[in-house]
Protein backbone atom coordinates (compact mmCIF):
# COMPACT_ATOMS: atom_id res chain seq x y z
CA UNK A 1 0.00 0.00 0.00
CA UNK A 2 1.25 3.27 -1.13
CA UNK A 3 2.62 5.32 1.48
CA UNK A 4 1.57 9.16 2.85
CA UNK A 5 3.00 11.85 0.55
CA UNK A 6 4.32 13.74 3.07
CA UNK A 7 6.10 10.23 4.54
CA UNK A 8 7.30 10.22 0.86
CA UNK A 9 8.76 13.35 0.91
CA UNK A 10 10.44 12.84 4.36
CA UNK A 11 12.77 10.18 2.18
CA UNK A 12 13.95 12.68 -0.03
CA UNK A 13 14.61 15.39 2.46
CA UNK A 14 16.44 12.55 4.21
CA UNK A 15 18.28 11.77 1.32
CA UNK A 16 20.09 15.19 1.10
CA UNK A 17 21.14 14.58 4.66
CA UNK A 18 23.29 11.59 3.62
CA UNK A 19 24.14 12.85 0.22
CA UNK A 20 24.14 16.50 -0.63
CA UNK A 21 22.97 17.92 -3.55
CA UNK A 22 25.81 19.83 -4.15
CA UNK A 23 28.19 16.43 -3.24
CA UNK A 24 27.54 15.71 -6.58
CA UNK A 25 29.75 17.64 -8.11
CA UNK A 26 32.59 17.37 -6.14
CA UNK A 27 33.11 14.09 -7.78
CA UNK A 28 36.34 12.60 -8.46
CA UNK A 29 38.09 9.46 -10.39
CA UNK A 30 38.48 6.87 -7.35
CA UNK A 31 42.62 6.54 -6.87
CA UNK A 32 41.97 2.53 -8.29
CA UNK A 33 40.25 3.31 -10.88
CA UNK A 34 40.00 0.83 -13.49
CA UNK A 35 41.83 1.05 -16.73
CA UNK A 36 39.22 2.00 -19.22
CA UNK A 37 41.18 -0.28 -22.15
CA UNK A 38 41.42 -2.88 -19.64
CA UNK A 39 37.31 -2.31 -19.23
CA UNK A 40 36.89 -3.03 -22.49
CA UNK A 41 38.78 -5.86 -23.09
CA UNK A 42 37.26 -7.49 -20.58
CA UNK A 43 33.58 -6.89 -22.13
CA UNK A 44 35.48 -8.53 -25.24
CA UNK A 45 36.18 -11.88 -24.00
CA UNK A 46 32.45 -12.87 -24.59
CA UNK A 47 31.61 -11.30 -27.82
CA UNK A 48 32.36 -12.51 -31.46
CA UNK A 49 36.56 -11.99 -31.95
CA UNK A 50 35.98 -11.13 -35.50
CA UNK A 51 33.84 -8.27 -34.71
CA UNK A 52 35.69 -6.38 -31.88
CA UNK A 53 38.06 -4.38 -34.17
CA UNK A 54 34.93 -2.86 -35.36
CA UNK A 55 34.16 -1.65 -31.66
CA UNK A 56 37.18 -0.50 -31.14
CA UNK A 57 36.83 1.59 -34.17
CA UNK A 58 33.70 3.04 -34.17
CA UNK A 59 34.80 4.01 -30.27
CA UNK A 60 37.99 5.61 -31.64
CA UNK A 61 36.27 8.03 -33.78
CA UNK A 62 35.64 10.66 -31.69
CA UNK A 63 34.94 11.30 -27.87
CA UNK A 64 31.66 11.46 -28.40
CA UNK A 65 31.56 7.72 -29.99
CA UNK A 66 34.29 6.41 -27.12
CA UNK A 67 31.48 7.57 -24.40
CA UNK A 68 28.52 5.75 -26.25
CA UNK A 69 30.33 2.41 -26.33
CA UNK A 70 31.96 3.15 -22.45
CA UNK A 71 28.70 2.32 -20.94
CA UNK A 72 31.01 -0.35 -18.59
CA UNK A 73 33.75 2.40 -17.72
CA UNK A 74 31.24 4.75 -16.59
CA UNK A 75 29.17 2.46 -14.79
CA UNK A 76 32.44 2.12 -12.51
CA UNK A 77 32.56 5.58 -12.08
CA UNK A 78 29.57 6.24 -11.21
CA UNK A 79 29.71 3.43 -8.68
CA UNK A 80 32.57 4.97 -6.74
CA UNK A 81 30.69 8.39 -6.46
CA UNK A 82 27.34 9.15 -3.98
CA UNK A 83 24.35 7.21 -3.83
CA UNK A 84 21.60 8.99 -2.87
CA UNK A 85 19.04 5.21 -2.68
CA UNK A 86 16.53 6.75 -4.47
CA UNK A 87 15.73 4.53 -6.92
CA UNK A 88 14.10 4.08 -10.41
CA UNK A 89 14.24 1.71 -13.31
CA UNK A 90 17.66 2.46 -14.81
CA UNK A 91 17.78 2.80 -18.80
CA UNK A 92 21.60 2.58 -17.64
CA UNK A 93 23.21 3.91 -20.91
CA UNK A 94 21.07 7.41 -20.72
CA UNK A 95 23.31 9.19 -23.05
CA UNK A 96 22.28 11.61 -25.45
CA UNK A 97 22.18 8.91 -29.00
CA UNK A 98 19.76 6.85 -26.73
CA UNK A 99 16.55 9.46 -26.94
CA UNK A 100 14.94 9.31 -30.41
CA UNK A 101 11.46 8.60 -31.74
CA UNK A 102 9.31 5.70 -32.38
CA UNK A 103 6.12 4.46 -33.50
CA UNK A 104 3.40 3.88 -30.91
CA UNK A 105 1.18 0.69 -31.54
CA UNK A 106 -1.63 3.67 -32.36
CA UNK A 107 1.17 4.75 -34.65
CA UNK A 108 1.46 8.03 -33.24
CA UNK A 109 5.00 8.80 -33.13
CA UNK A 110 6.58 9.21 -29.84
CA UNK A 111 9.76 10.81 -28.85
CA UNK A 112 11.91 8.88 -25.34
CA UNK A 113 14.66 6.63 -24.25
CA UNK A 114 15.01 3.83 -26.86
CA UNK A 115 17.87 1.03 -25.62
CA UNK A 116 17.19 -0.65 -22.36
CA UNK A 117 20.28 -3.22 -22.83
CA UNK A 118 21.75 -2.09 -19.67
CA UNK A 119 18.40 -1.33 -17.34
CA UNK A 120 18.46 -2.42 -13.70
CA UNK A 121 17.11 -0.88 -10.61
CA UNK A 122 19.44 1.98 -9.11
CA UNK A 123 19.69 5.36 -7.99
CA UNK A 124 17.93 7.83 -10.25
CA UNK A 125 21.10 10.33 -10.82
CA UNK A 126 23.11 7.44 -12.05
CA UNK A 127 20.75 8.22 -15.53
CA UNK A 128 20.83 11.57 -14.91
CA UNK A 129 24.77 11.81 -14.76
CA UNK A 130 25.18 9.70 -18.00
CA UNK A 131 23.09 12.18 -19.90
CA UNK A 132 24.80 15.11 -18.28
CA UNK A 133 28.23 14.21 -19.49
CA UNK A 134 27.46 12.83 -22.68
CA UNK A 135 25.58 16.63 -23.17
CA UNK A 136 29.03 17.83 -22.27
CA UNK A 137 31.13 16.03 -24.52
CA UNK A 138 28.94 16.20 -27.35
CA UNK A 139 28.91 20.02 -27.00
CA UNK A 140 32.41 20.67 -26.97
CA UNK A 141 32.85 18.36 -30.28
CA UNK A 142 30.30 20.72 -31.55
CA UNK A 143 32.68 23.38 -30.66
CA UNK A 144 30.91 24.80 -27.93
CA UNK A 145 33.39 26.53 -25.01
CA UNK A 146 32.83 24.84 -21.36
CA UNK A 147 30.37 27.77 -20.11
CA UNK A 148 28.52 26.78 -23.06
CA UNK A 149 28.78 23.24 -22.60
CA UNK A 150 27.37 23.86 -19.11
CA UNK A 151 24.45 25.71 -20.12
CA UNK A 152 23.59 22.81 -22.29
CA UNK A 153 23.81 20.48 -19.48
CA UNK A 154 21.97 22.91 -16.95
CA UNK A 155 19.45 22.78 -19.35
CA UNK A 156 18.73 19.11 -19.58
CA UNK A 157 18.66 19.13 -15.69
CA UNK A 158 16.63 21.98 -15.02
CA UNK A 159 14.07 19.91 -17.50
CA UNK A 160 14.70 16.50 -15.60
CA UNK A 161 14.23 18.55 -11.99
CA UNK A 162 11.26 20.44 -13.36
CA UNK A 163 9.77 17.75 -14.71
CA UNK A 164 9.92 15.27 -11.65
CA UNK A 165 8.99 17.85 -9.25
CA UNK A 166 5.59 18.11 -12.29
CA UNK A 167 4.48 14.85 -12.21
CA UNK A 168 5.31 14.59 -8.44
CA UNK A 169 1.86 16.24 -8.25
CA UNK A 170 0.07 14.05 -10.88
CA UNK A 171 -1.83 11.39 -10.08
CA UNK A 172 -0.91 7.53 -10.86
CA UNK A 173 -2.87 7.35 -13.95
CA UNK A 174 -1.79 10.55 -15.13
CA UNK A 175 1.81 9.90 -15.11
CA UNK A 176 1.12 6.10 -16.29
CA UNK A 177 -0.22 7.57 -19.58
CA UNK A 178 2.18 10.90 -20.21
CA UNK A 179 3.51 10.84 -23.17
CA UNK A 180 6.33 13.00 -24.88
CA UNK A 181 4.32 13.53 -28.77
CA UNK A 182 7.48 13.81 -31.29
CA UNK A 183 5.93 17.03 -32.97
CA UNK A 184 7.09 18.39 -29.51
CA UNK A 185 10.72 18.96 -31.80
CA UNK A 186 9.21 21.44 -33.52
CA UNK A 187 8.82 24.32 -31.42
CA UNK A 188 12.67 23.93 -30.73
CA UNK A 189 13.46 25.56 -33.69
CA UNK A 190 11.06 27.65 -34.71
CA UNK A 191 10.35 28.60 -37.80
CA UNK A 192 12.33 28.33 -41.39
CA UNK A 193 14.69 26.08 -42.91
CA UNK A 194 15.61 24.25 -39.95
CA UNK A 195 12.35 23.73 -38.94
CA UNK A 196 11.46 22.14 -42.63
CA UNK A 197 14.28 20.18 -41.80
CA UNK A 198 12.56 18.83 -38.66
CA UNK A 199 9.87 18.22 -40.45
CA UNK A 200 11.21 15.81 -43.09
CA UNK A 201 12.94 13.93 -40.89
CA UNK A 202 10.15 13.39 -38.97
CA UNK A 203 7.88 12.24 -42.37
CA UNK A 204 11.04 10.28 -43.01
CA UNK A 205 11.17 8.39 -39.56
CA UNK A 206 7.24 7.72 -40.47
CA UNK A 207 8.29 5.80 -43.69
CA UNK A 208 11.20 3.76 -41.23
CA UNK A 209 8.83 0.33 -41.11
CA UNK A 210 9.81 -3.12 -42.63
CA UNK A 211 8.65 -2.90 -45.71
CA UNK A 212 11.59 0.17 -46.52
CA UNK A 213 13.90 -1.77 -44.17
CA UNK A 214 13.05 -5.39 -46.89
CA UNK A 215 13.69 -2.32 -49.82
CA UNK A 216 17.23 -1.48 -48.39
CA UNK A 217 18.82 -4.79 -46.48
CA UNK A 218 17.17 -7.49 -49.40
CA UNK A 219 17.42 -8.63 -52.70
CA UNK A 220 15.65 -11.11 -54.92
CA UNK A 221 17.40 -14.20 -56.31
CA UNK A 222 16.02 -17.03 -58.07
CA UNK A 223 12.20 -15.81 -57.38
CA UNK A 224 13.17 -15.76 -53.54
CA UNK A 225 13.83 -12.37 -51.67
CA UNK A 226 16.71 -12.79 -48.79
CA UNK A 227 19.28 -10.62 -47.39
CA UNK A 228 21.89 -8.92 -49.12
CA UNK A 229 25.67 -10.28 -47.94
CA UNK A 230 27.53 -6.88 -47.25
CA UNK A 231 30.49 -8.76 -44.78
CA UNK A 232 31.42 -8.01 -41.79
CA UNK A 233 28.34 -5.78 -41.28
CA UNK A 234 25.43 -8.14 -42.62
CA UNK A 235 26.21 -11.99 -43.23
CA UNK A 236 23.20 -14.16 -44.24
CA UNK A 237 23.45 -17.51 -42.13
CA UNK A 238 22.03 -20.82 -42.33
CA UNK A 239 19.01 -21.64 -40.16
CA UNK A 240 18.45 -25.47 -38.94
CA UNK A 241 14.52 -25.22 -39.21
CA UNK A 242 14.27 -27.62 -35.85
CA UNK A 243 16.05 -24.81 -34.15
CA UNK A 244 14.36 -21.87 -35.67
CA UNK A 245 11.20 -23.71 -34.53
CA UNK A 246 11.99 -24.00 -31.29
CA UNK A 247 13.28 -20.65 -30.95
CA UNK A 248 9.82 -18.69 -32.44
CA UNK A 249 7.96 -20.97 -30.20
CA UNK A 250 10.02 -20.12 -27.22
CA UNK A 251 9.78 -16.46 -28.24
CA UNK A 252 6.11 -16.28 -29.58
CA UNK A 253 5.27 -17.81 -25.42
CA UNK A 254 6.67 -14.22 -24.00
CA UNK A 255 4.09 -12.23 -26.23
CA UNK A 256 0.56 -11.81 -25.26
CA UNK A 257 -2.19 -14.31 -26.58
CA UNK A 258 -3.60 -11.67 -29.52
CA UNK A 259 0.31 -10.79 -30.41
CA UNK A 260 1.36 -14.59 -30.68
CA UNK A 261 -1.48 -14.90 -32.87
CA UNK A 262 -0.76 -11.90 -35.36
CA UNK A 263 3.12 -13.87 -35.35
CA UNK A 264 1.77 -16.86 -36.33
CA UNK A 265 0.28 -15.11 -39.39
CA UNK A 266 4.12 -14.74 -40.86
CA UNK A 267 6.29 -17.20 -42.15
CA UNK A 268 10.26 -16.85 -42.36
CA UNK A 269 11.88 -16.18 -45.08
CA UNK A 270 15.63 -15.51 -44.44
CA UNK A 271 18.16 -14.84 -41.36
CA UNK A 272 21.71 -12.92 -41.12
CA UNK A 273 23.95 -11.75 -38.46
CA UNK A 274 23.58 -7.87 -38.19
CA UNK A 275 26.57 -5.39 -36.81
CA UNK A 276 24.40 -2.60 -34.57
CA UNK A 277 25.39 0.45 -32.80
CA UNK A 278 29.13 1.51 -30.97
CA UNK A 279 28.87 -0.47 -27.87
CA UNK A 280 27.06 -3.06 -28.49
CA UNK A 281 29.43 -4.23 -31.60
CA UNK A 282 30.46 -8.15 -30.98
CA UNK A 283 27.55 -9.26 -29.22
CA UNK A 284 25.56 -11.61 -31.27
CA UNK A 285 22.69 -9.71 -33.69
CA UNK A 286 20.33 -11.30 -36.09
CA UNK A 287 17.82 -10.37 -38.30
CA UNK A 288 14.68 -12.52 -39.10
CA UNK A 289 13.17 -11.79 -42.32
CA UNK A 290 9.09 -12.89 -42.67
CA UNK A 291 6.60 -12.67 -45.01
CA UNK A 292 3.05 -11.71 -44.33
CA UNK A 293 0.07 -11.55 -46.40
CA UNK A 294 2.81 -12.13 -49.59
CA UNK A 295 6.04 -10.25 -50.70
CA UNK A 296 4.69 -6.69 -50.41
CA UNK A 297 3.92 -7.07 -46.64
CA UNK A 298 7.37 -8.44 -45.03
CA UNK A 299 8.07 -8.08 -41.32
CA UNK A 300 12.18 -7.77 -40.07
CA UNK A 301 12.30 -8.71 -36.77
CA UNK A 302 15.76 -8.04 -34.64
CA UNK A 303 17.08 -10.42 -32.24
CA UNK A 304 19.94 -9.33 -29.87
CA UNK A 305 21.98 -10.91 -27.21
CA UNK A 306 21.13 -9.68 -24.16
CA UNK A 307 24.15 -10.24 -21.36
CA UNK A 308 24.68 -8.71 -17.98
CA UNK A 309 23.53 -5.39 -17.49
CA UNK A 310 27.58 -2.69 -16.60
CA UNK A 311 25.53 -2.25 -13.82
CA UNK A 312 25.14 -5.42 -11.78
CA UNK A 313 28.62 -5.00 -10.49
CA UNK A 314 27.57 -2.55 -8.74
CA UNK A 315 24.20 -2.80 -7.70
CA UNK A 316 21.71 -5.52 -6.24
CA UNK A 317 20.03 -8.07 -9.08
CA UNK A 318 16.97 -6.32 -10.10
CA UNK A 319 14.59 -9.76 -9.75
CA UNK A 320 15.04 -11.32 -13.43
CA UNK A 321 17.11 -14.29 -14.00
CA UNK A 322 17.34 -14.21 -18.05
CA UNK A 323 18.87 -11.27 -19.76
CA UNK A 324 16.35 -11.05 -22.78
CA UNK A 325 13.70 -10.57 -20.16
CA UNK A 326 15.69 -7.67 -17.63
CA UNK A 327 15.55 -6.04 -20.64
CA UNK A 328 12.15 -6.13 -22.15
CA UNK A 329 10.86 -5.62 -18.67
CA UNK A 330 12.72 -2.59 -17.64
CA UNK A 331 11.71 -0.71 -21.29
CA UNK A 332 7.66 -2.08 -20.70
CA UNK A 333 8.12 0.04 -17.26
CA UNK A 334 9.70 3.14 -18.31
CA UNK A 335 8.99 3.81 -21.94
CA UNK A 336 5.59 5.45 -22.52
CA UNK A 337 4.86 2.40 -25.22
CA UNK A 338 6.55 -0.56 -26.60
CA UNK A 339 7.07 -2.24 -29.62
CA UNK A 340 4.39 -5.28 -30.19
CA UNK A 341 6.65 -7.48 -30.85
CA UNK A 342 8.85 -6.79 -27.79
CA UNK A 343 9.70 -10.67 -26.41
CA UNK A 344 12.60 -12.74 -25.44
CA UNK A 345 14.20 -16.18 -26.10
CA UNK A 346 16.69 -18.61 -24.84
CA UNK A 347 19.10 -19.86 -27.78
CA UNK A 348 20.90 -23.04 -28.27
CA UNK A 349 23.75 -22.86 -26.01
CA UNK A 350 22.26 -21.10 -23.19
CA UNK A 351 22.51 -17.55 -24.82
CA UNK A 352 20.03 -14.95 -23.81
CA UNK A 353 18.26 -12.95 -26.58
CA UNK A 354 15.48 -10.11 -26.83
CA UNK A 355 13.43 -9.87 -30.29
CA UNK A 356 12.20 -5.81 -31.65
CA UNK A 357 11.26 -4.79 -35.07
CA UNK A 358 14.13 -3.52 -36.50
CA UNK A 359 12.71 -0.54 -37.99
CA UNK A 360 9.59 0.76 -36.28
CA UNK A 361 9.11 4.68 -36.97
CA UNK A 362 12.49 4.74 -35.61
CA UNK A 363 14.79 7.85 -35.94
CA UNK A 364 17.21 9.68 -34.02
CA UNK A 365 18.11 13.85 -34.13
CA UNK A 366 21.60 14.69 -35.45
CA UNK A 367 23.25 16.00 -32.53
CA UNK A 368 26.86 16.50 -33.90
CA UNK A 369 25.29 19.63 -36.04
CA UNK A 370 23.60 21.09 -33.47
CA UNK A 371 24.59 24.27 -32.45
CA UNK A 372 24.84 25.04 -28.57
CA UNK A 373 21.49 27.07 -28.60
CA UNK A 374 19.78 23.82 -30.22
CA UNK A 375 21.61 21.57 -28.16
CA UNK A 376 20.35 23.02 -25.07
CA UNK A 377 17.10 23.14 -26.44
CA UNK A 378 17.04 19.63 -27.31
CA UNK A 379 18.93 18.42 -24.00
CA UNK A 380 15.73 19.63 -22.21
CA UNK A 381 13.41 17.20 -24.10
CA UNK A 382 15.45 14.65 -23.01
CA UNK A 383 15.65 15.79 -19.42
CA UNK A 384 11.82 15.66 -19.75
CA UNK A 385 12.20 12.35 -21.51
CA UNK A 386 13.81 11.02 -18.70
CA UNK A 387 12.10 12.23 -15.73
CA UNK A 388 8.78 10.85 -17.47
CA UNK A 389 10.81 7.93 -17.44
CA UNK A 390 11.69 7.61 -14.00
CA UNK A 391 8.65 9.11 -12.53
CA UNK A 392 6.65 5.81 -13.44
CA UNK A 393 9.43 3.17 -11.87
CA UNK A 394 10.60 5.33 -9.13
CA UNK A 395 9.38 7.15 -5.91
CA UNK A 396 8.92 10.61 -7.76
CA UNK A 397 7.52 12.57 -4.97
CA UNK A 398 10.66 11.29 -2.88
CA UNK A 399 13.04 12.60 -5.84
CA UNK A 400 11.36 15.88 -6.09
CA UNK A 401 11.50 16.15 -2.34
CA UNK A 402 15.37 15.43 -2.94
CA UNK A 403 15.47 17.92 -5.94
CA UNK A 404 13.99 20.77 -4.76
CA UNK A 405 13.04 23.97 -5.59
CA UNK A 406 16.29 25.18 -6.21
CA UNK A 407 19.35 25.08 -9.01
CA UNK A 408 21.48 23.13 -6.25
CA UNK A 409 21.14 19.58 -7.90
CA UNK A 410 21.50 21.12 -11.73
CA UNK A 411 24.47 23.36 -10.61
CA UNK A 412 26.43 19.99 -9.18
CA UNK A 413 25.59 17.72 -12.17
CA UNK A 414 26.88 20.53 -14.18
CA UNK A 415 29.93 20.45 -12.78
CA UNK A 416 29.82 16.46 -12.32
CA UNK A 417 29.98 16.55 -16.19
CA UNK A 418 32.44 18.76 -17.28
CA UNK A 419 34.78 16.55 -15.11
CA UNK A 420 33.55 13.62 -16.96
CA UNK A 421 34.00 14.97 -20.02
CA UNK A 422 37.66 16.00 -19.67
CA UNK A 423 38.29 12.28 -17.93
CA UNK A 424 36.59 10.76 -20.84
CA UNK A 425 38.72 12.82 -23.44
CA UNK A 426 41.86 10.91 -21.43
CA UNK A 427 40.02 7.76 -21.54
CA UNK A 428 40.08 8.28 -25.76
CA UNK A 429 43.22 9.34 -25.90
CA UNK A 430 44.06 6.04 -23.97
CA UNK A 431 42.06 3.88 -26.45
CA UNK A 432 43.83 5.21 -29.74
CA UNK A 433 47.52 4.96 -27.71
CA UNK A 434 46.31 1.44 -27.25
CA UNK A 435 45.57 0.89 -30.98
CA UNK A 436 48.71 2.42 -32.03
CA UNK A 437 50.90 0.48 -29.85
CA UNK A 438 49.56 -2.65 -31.39
CA UNK A 439 47.34 -3.64 -27.88
CA UNK A 440 44.48 -3.84 -29.53
CA UNK A 441 42.90 -3.89 -33.06
CA UNK A 442 40.54 -1.27 -34.14
CA UNK A 443 39.26 -1.68 -38.03
CA UNK A 444 36.60 1.16 -39.41
CA UNK A 445 33.67 -0.23 -40.97
Known amino acids: MAEPVRVREGYGRQARKQVPRSAHGEWEPAADRPDPVAVLEAQAATRLPELVPIRYGRMSASAFAFLRGAAAV ?11 GLNVQLCGDAHLANFGVFGAPDRALLFDLNDFDETLPGPFEWDVKRLAASLAVAARENGADDEEGREVVLGAVRAYREGVRSLAEEGELAVWYRRIDAEQLLPLVGSGGQRRKIEAKLAAARRRDSLQAAGKLTEVVDGRRRFVDNPP ?24 DERGELLDRYDFVDAAMKVVGVGSVGTRCFVVLLRGRDEKDPLILQ ?7 VLEAYLPPGGHDHHGRRVV ?9 GDIFLGWMTAPGGRHFYWRQLRDMKGSAEVGTMSAGRLRAYAGLCGTALARAHARSGDRIAIAAYLGSSDTFDRAIARFALRYADLNAADHAALAAAAAAGRIHAETA
Open 303 to 309: LKQAEAS
Open 74 to 84: MAADLASGPHT
Open 233 to 256: LVQRTAVDPDELHAMLSDYRATLS
Open 329 to 337: AGQHLTQAA
